[in-house]
C-alpha cells in the first residue's frame, strides 16, 4: 500500500504541518527516529534540521532560508523537543507560532 499525500507540498499525511512563515513549512514526521529533527520546504526544496544541535543535517536550502529556520528554531527549540516527543509517541502535535 503506498503513501496517502495531502496538501500541496506533496508530503505524507504523517507528516503534519506546525509552523509556516514566509513561504517555509515546518513538519516533523510521525515515523522517523533517531536524531530529534524536523522538516523545512520552501519552494520546493526541503532540509532536515537537528533539533539539539540547531544545524540543518541533510538536504539544501537558499542561505537565506536557512538563517530564517534556525532563527525561529532557536527561539522555539523547547516546543521541537516537545513536538518530537509527540511524534515518537504518535500523539498528536501542537503548532508553534511562526517567525514574526
Do not use: C
Amino acid at each position: 500500500m503506498g503513501l496517502w499525500y495531502a496538501g500541496w507540498y506533496n508530503w505524507p499525511v504523517d507528516m503534519p504541518e506546525i509552523s509556516r512563515f514566509f513561504g517555509i513549512v515546518i513538519a516533523i514526521y510521525y515515523k522517523e527516529h533517531g536524531v530529534p529533527h524536523f522538516h523545512a520546504k520552501y519552494s520546493g526544496q526541503t532540509g532536515v534540521f537537528s533539533i539539539v544541535d540547531l544545524k540543518l543535517i541533510e538536504g539544501r536550502l537558499p542561505k537565506r532560508v536557512v538563517a530564517l529556520v534556525l532563527e525561529w528554531a532557536f527561539e522555539h527549540r523547547s516546543e521541537l523537543l516537545e513536538n518530537w516527543q509527540r511524534a515518537v509517541a504518535q500523539e498528536p502535535l501542537q503548532p508553534i507560532a511562526p517567525l514574526e
